[in-house]
């Protein structure tokens, strides 16, 4: 099993940026895919961006250019998140695929004001 947990979220003005920051715990020399989705008020849960063992990333059409997902050799994954507009305001969700059973942190919330 993997353990994620996620943190890095916050208040941040529009045009501002963000890091956050996913941990992974467990059994984590097995994880492959990791990658970010978002949640805001009343929609569904939505891919932000992923990211491969091997350093390969895919993004939303609605981040390419802001957004930047990586990780490190612990399996930490990253979402710089750079101009950021008040639709962005969501809860963020870390994600891991082990196996082909994919695993989530609880989440956290980022508020971006206009």
């Known amino acids: 099993q993997v353990q994620l947990v996620e943190s890095g979220g916050g208040l941040v003005q529009a045009g501002g940026s963000l890091r956050l920051s996913c941990a992974a715990s467990?059994?984590?020399?097995?994880?492959?895919?990791m990658g970010w989705y978002r949640q805001g008020p009343g929609k569904q849960r939505e891919l932000v961006a992923t990211?491969?063992?091997?350093?390969?990333t895919n993004y939303a059409d609605s981040v390419k250019g802001r957004f930047t997902i990586s990780r490190d050799v612990k399996n930490t994954v990253y979402l710089q998140m750079n101009s950021l507009k008040p639709e962005d305001t969501c809860i963020y969700f870390c994600n891991a695929e082990v196996r082909g059973v994919y695993y989530w942190g609880k989440g956290t919330l980022v508020t971006v004001s206009s």
């Open positions: 990211i491969t063992y091997g350093g390969y």
């Open positions: 467990g059994n984590i020399f097995s994880i492959g895919t």
